[in-house]
């Protein structure tokens, strides 16, 4: 069974941090990009960032670019999201996500990706 498992979400304070990790079992995602997704309170799922296969490239949605940082441990299969200088409206369940595309580009389309974990929760106060 294909698994992502998110951790790390939690309650923060204004202008905090936090880490999210992501653990792939089931499936080795080294060659293959990975995303972070995320929905608020009455909102749609929106594209928050985004890695290809290598880890060389990266894509951030506008309104999170300069506070967070998608990274990938291939030999952990994990991927991280660090999120820095938090904002209430950052307030969502976040997502990851994994493609199935082998040595595939970042993309920030929910279509790009075959696999989905539950969603850890992040609240941010002010």
């Known amino acids: 069974q294909v698994e992502l498992v998110e951790s790390g979400g939690g309650l923060v304070q204004a202008g905090g941090s936090l880490r999210l990790s992501c653990a792939a079992s089931g499936e080795n995602f080294s060659p293959y990009p990975m995303g972070w997704f995320r929905q608020g309170p009455g909102k749609e799922r929106e594209f928050v960032a985004t890695?290809?296969?290598?880890?060389?490239?990266?894509f951030y949605a506008d309104s999170v670019k300069g506070r967070f940082t998608i990274s990938k441990d291939n030999a952990k299969n994990t991927v991280y999201l660090q999120l820095n200088s938090l904002k209430p409206e950052d307030t969502a369940v976040y997502y990851c996500?994994?493609?199935?595309?082998?040595?595939?580009?970042?993309?920030?389309?929910?279509?790009?990706?075959?696999?989905w974990g539950q969603g850890t929760q992040v609240t941010v106060s002010s």
């Open positions: 996500a994994g493609s199935s595309v082998w040595r595939g580009p970042a993309s920030g389309s929910m279509a790009s990706y075959s696999y």
């Open positions: 890695i290809n296969w290598s880890g060389e490239r990266t």
